[in-house]
């Protein structure tokens, strides 16, 4: 099984972000000794309790900080740049850490209307010629637009040796028909979508259109886990990250994760505990050996080459304790 894994670089009460981005650039030093495969980070904006805007600034500090492992971005979101300077961005950081860069790609906004307008024009129109963008910037990442196209004469310099390798970022059956179209790597995020997953996933597999760069289709589910050393703690750790995302909803998240006691403190109605029953059906909680055997079988499930791990708690260190204890069980 090969594991990797997903950091939404999330802030916890009592912490500043700051400390949240050290924490993050900490998880992927962690991975690369644990034996992950790859790291990447999320784009969020004015997202209360998220603390990465620019994966691409993160990479640069992560890259600079680790040695071997892959590293990238869970995704830019696409729609809000041209894909010229996307391509510059990561084509740079691909010359600085050779052979070791992930561009990632969504469609999703990452925040509120109020900060898809602050970012961008347009966003909808955007979302809707993203297959025309991905395009252009596979084109500028292969450095291989037709002769007879307007951008034939410029390139997304530097130019590394080894390119970026792109990535389409999705949960729904267009992110897989468009990475399946293009030739490219899919990632589903299963943590985060109420769909089909596995069938999705067999339609990309089934209709995956092999190229120069990618001969075989290459995927990996996200999914959201917790493990710890008994049952009981993974709950308890658990816990924490359901409550947070209660009071994201109701607009009350913007301090972080709660600690442990301040989770268990919290008084939530009927409507808001049918709301974490859901939230712990969609999370593989538990023990090493029972997180191991759960992910076994959605892999299996969605026949996928790689699973990518979220895991966010209170502590950074249960954090980090969790990816420890999965990678042990999975590697010895």
């Not at 691909?94 to 970012?119: H, K, Q, W």
Request: proline share 5%; charged share 20%; with cysteine.
């Amino acid at each position: 099984m090969k594991l990797s894994i997903l950091d939404q670089s999330p802030l916890s009460s009592g912490k500043t972000a700051g400390q949240a981005l050290q924490a993050s650039m900490e998880l992927a030093q962690s991975g690369e000794k644990l034996g992950y495969t790859r790291y990447w980070i999320a784009e969020h904006h004015d997202f209360s309790g998220l603390s990465c805007s620019a994966p691409e600034v993160m990479l640069g500090y992560i890259g600079a900080n680790t040695e071997n492992i892959r590293i990238g971005s869970g995704a830019v979101l696409l729609p809000h740049y041209k894909p010229y300077k996307v391509a510059e961005v990561y084509n740079l950081l691909a010359t600085l850490f050779p052979g070791r860069i992930d561009l990632g790609i969504g469609r999703a906004p990452g925040g509120s209307a109020e900060v898809m307008m602050a970012l961008s024009d347009n966003f909808l129109q955007q979302v809707w010629k993203m297959p025309e963008s991905f395009k252009e910037l596979l084109h500028f990442i292969n450095d291989d637009f037709p002769s007879e196209h307007m951008y034939s004469k410029i390139s997304a310099a530097p130019l590394p040796s080894i390119s970026p390798q792109p990535w389409i970022l999705g949960t729904s059956e267009k992110s897989a028909k468009l990475a399946a179209e293009n030739g490219t790597a899919y990632a589903f995020g299963h943590f985060m979508s109420d769909k089909d997953g596995a069938d999705i996933m067999k339609r990309y597999i089934e209709n995956f259109t092999p190229n120069a760069k990618l001969k075989k289709s290459e995927s990996i589910i996200a999914v959201s886990v917790i493990c710890a050393e008994t049952t009981e703690r993974a709950e308890q750790l658990a816990l924490s990250g359901f409550i947070w995302k209660l009071k994201l909803a109701k607009g009350e998240g913007k301090n972080g994760v709660p600690s442990i006691e301040e989770a268990e403190q919290y008084s939530y109605t009927n409507a808001e505990k049918e709301m974490i029953e859901d939230m712990r059906a969609k999370t593989v909680i538990g023990n090493p050996q029972e997180v191991k055997q759960q992910l076994t079988d959605l892999q299996t499930t969605y026949q996928a080459d790689e699973l990518m791990v979220v895991t966010i708690t209170h502590s950074y260190e249960d954090r980090v304790t969790s990816y420890e204890l999965l990678a042990n069980e999975v590697f010895k």
